[in-house]
């Protein structure tokens, strides 16, 4: 149970507002957990929260992870932990390859203090054979690899370049706010296709989602509502038919009875 990670009353303002107001939620090492909730209710700061965000203030609580509490560590620690956080990375770097790039993320992940980063470098080779493994089973073009980071990419190579980094990164927690509407079906398939590979038992995952046709794909074995900032209702992977077919006002109804 060490790899859970475990949010504790959890309080959060953008601008002095309060956005997140007391949320409890362990997601457990290992296992796909989704949270859903109505436009607005604080899915997003929570992802941000969680990756460390500087545009988000914690007023109170604690997140627990491999027995450190993350939110007194900076993005890169938390990265180094095991968590990964796919939009904490750059929009768009000028001239800066995609392969680059992620030798860079993975260098930083095999760095270790007091010790040269020349001696604890992935071999070129092993990079590379790595990169190609990684880039086939995502189906991806060799020269995806040279092109510049997400200069011109579309929302479906966006896509491919995360899951690809998280092939090569082998977090132990991801975190996934998909927030992008513009996700066409195929986009939906493969960040599918790459969580289910790559999460049980290896990997937990937290989506984030609003869309219950990515549930569809990715077979969650937990899922959570949020609503006004805090965690309404904890259930298993039938919550998100009942939510798809009844609408959150239902929950809400439930909630005041
Ligand atoms: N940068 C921001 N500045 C001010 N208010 C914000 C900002 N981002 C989000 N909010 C507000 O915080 C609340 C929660 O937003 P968000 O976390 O994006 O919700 P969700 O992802 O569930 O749709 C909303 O009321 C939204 O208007
Ligand atoms: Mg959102």
Redesign the pocket.
Known sequence: MSNDLVIKALHAN??E?E?LRGVNLTIRGGTIHAIM?P????????ASVIAGHP?YEVASGEIWYKGQNILELDPDERSKLGLFLAFQYPVAVPGVSVANFLRAALNAHRSEEGKDPKETAIPMAQFRKQLREGMQALEMDEGFARRYLNEGFSGGEKKRLEILQMTMLRPTMAVMDE?DSGLDIDALRIVAEGVNRLAHPDMGVLVITHYQRLLNYIKPHFVSV?MDGRIVRDAGPELALELEEKGYDWLREELTA
């Open positions: 953008i601008e507002k956005i909730g436009n607005g209710s604080g899915k997003s700061t929570l545009g927030t949020m």
